[in-house]
T-cell receptor, first 115, second 110 residues
Framework: EAGVTQFPSHSVIEKGQTVTLRCDPISGHDNLYWYRRVMGKEIKFLLHFVKESKQDESGMPNNRFLAERTGGTYSTLKVQPAELEDSGVYFC?????????????FGPGTRLTVT | RKEVEQDPGPFNVPEGATVAFNCTYSNSASQSFFWYRQDCRKEPKLLMSVYSSGNEDGRFTAQLNRASQYISLLIRDSKLSDSATYLC???????????FGTGTLLAVQP
């Protein structure tokens, strides 16, 4: 069974540019989560989709971040315009419907560098 | 104050040593607790769950003390392959989000 995949693995952009990160969850997983780790800090929750609906977006830092999950399959996270403090590793995780919240499987992450 | 606090380390130990990591959490409403392992530049992977009664998996033992809001992980007979960052994680309960500590870096030396 394929795991959670993320694209790209690395992205280097200039301040003010736009970047779109993609996450493909494990097939059949209704729950999809985005987390972020900035250097020296802990991994922090950004938001949670159940199928195509945003269940909890309390962790989104500001309105420069837009997450979508059209059709309830893959998800994208767009940062527009990017700022220096957006640099970090963005992880996606998924879990099956009804699974205990902690049974989340993580993707390898996208390392974003804003210069 | 962070919701989950850990000593960042690093813990440098020789092979075969026993090492213990501690973690405290501030939200008494947290329902479940876990230890995740993260290798350098890799994703976090669930190592084990933590129960009040203790949870042992081979060389690894995890313990939860709800009264003190304290979680521990004990690794016996350390192997080189145990070198990684160990993340203490609380499950938020009301929402399905994981609350991570900053992690404790373990380096097992030959």
């Amino acid at each position: 069974e394929a795991g959670v995949t993320q694209f790209p693995s690395h992205s280097v952009i200039e301040k003010g540019q736009t970047v779109t990160l993609r996450c493909d969850p494990i097939s059949g997983h209704d729950n999809l989560y985005w987390y972020r780790r900035v250097m020296g800090k802990e991994i922090k929750f950004l938001l949670h989709f159940v199928k195509e609906s945003k269940q909890d977006e309390s962790g989104m830092p500001n309105n420069r971040f837009l997450a979508e999950r059209t059709g309830g399959t893959y998800s994208t996270l767009k940062v527009q315009p990017a700022e220096l403090e957006d640099s970090g590793v963005y992880f996606c995780a998924s879990s099956a419907q009804g699974a205990l919240g902690y049974e989340q499987y993580f993707g390898p992450g996208t390392r974003l560098t804003v210069t | 104050r962070k919701e989950v606090e850990q000593d960042p380390g690093p813990f440098n130990v020789p092979e075969g040593a026993t090492v213990a990591f501690n973690c405290t959490y501030s939200n008494s409403a947290s329902q479940s607790f876990f230890w995740y392992r993260q290798d350098c530049r890799k994703e976090p992977k669930l190592l084990m769950s933590v129960y009040s009664s203790g949870n042992e998996d081979g060389r690894f033992t995890a313990q939860l003390n709800r009264a003190s809001q304290y979680i521990s992980l004990l690794i016996r007979d350390s192997k080189l392959s145990d070198s990684a960052t160990y993340l203490c994680v609380a499950y938020g309960g009301a929402t399905n989000k994981l609350i991570f500590g900053t992690g404790t870096l373990l380096a097992v030396q030959p």
